[in-house]
Every structure is written in C-alpha cells, then in structure tokens.
C-alpha cells in the first residue's frame, strides 16, 4: 500500500509552467507505475500521463502531449508532472496514484491514490 501527497498546484497565466510533485510513503515505490490523472468541474476523471515500473516507459494522453512531462526518482519515493504551455482548459484537480501494472496506461487499474492539488490557468 501506498499513500501520496501531491504539492505544486496554484494558479497560472495562460502559457505559463507549473511542477506538480507526489510524496509516496509506504512500501517498494519501486514496483509500482504511477499515474497522473485530472478531474476538472463537470467531467470524469482522466489519466494524462504515466510511467512503467518496468522500464520507465511513458505515456501521455493526447491533450498533454507535447506539453507535459512525468518522472520519477525512486531513491525519493517521488514521482513528478512537468506542465508547459498551459491552457485554461488544464484547469483541474490533479491526482497522483499508483497500479501495479506494468502497462502504466491501463487507467482502470490504478488503485492507489492521493488527495489531490488544484490548478488552475486563468489570466
């Protein structure tokens, strides 16, 4: 089991960059994909990036591609969302959360979660 604390959020320009981070405490941070997910007013909640225990393979959904970068530092128990050239439509509650699956793009199966950090970009 692990537990998060996500920090980083805040309001931001339009165009402007944010670093979300997420704190894991708990067992073998290792062996687990972490994902980064967003849930903005009115819409279910979305997996935007992720990356494999396995390999470090990455996989961004198509709305961040391009803008958005995930790592992770294990020695730290860490895991990170780089987000440039931000838009208003970005706007939402991230969430950190971790699956044992490999296939870190499997969304349904994330089944370890923080509490979230708001963001949001508005001029």
């Known amino acids: 089991q692990l537990q998060f604390v996500e920090n980083g959020g805040g309001v931001v320009q339009p165009g402007g960059s944010l670093r979300l981070s997420c704190t894991a405490s708990?067992?073998?941070?290792?062996?687990?994909?972490v994902g980064w997910f967003r849930q903005g007013p009115g819409t279910k909640r979305e997996g935007v990036a992720c990356?494999?225990?396995?390999?470090?393979?990455?996989f961004y959904s198509n709305s961040v591609k391009g803008r958005f970068t995930i790592s992770r530092d294990n020695a730290k128990n860490m895991a990170f969302l780089e987000m440039n050239s931000l838009k208003p439509e970005d706007s939402a509650v991230y969430y950190c959360?971790?699956?044992?699956?490999?296939?870190?793009?499997?969304?349904?199966?994330?089944?370890?979660w923080g509490q979230g950090t708001q963001v949001t970009v508005s001029s």
């Open positions: 708990g067992s073998n941070f290792g062996v687990w994909s």
């Open positions: 990356i494999s225990y396995r390999d470090r393979s990455k």
């Open positions: 959360a971790a699956t044992g699956h490999y296939q870190c793009s499997r969304w349904e199966s994330y089944d370890q």
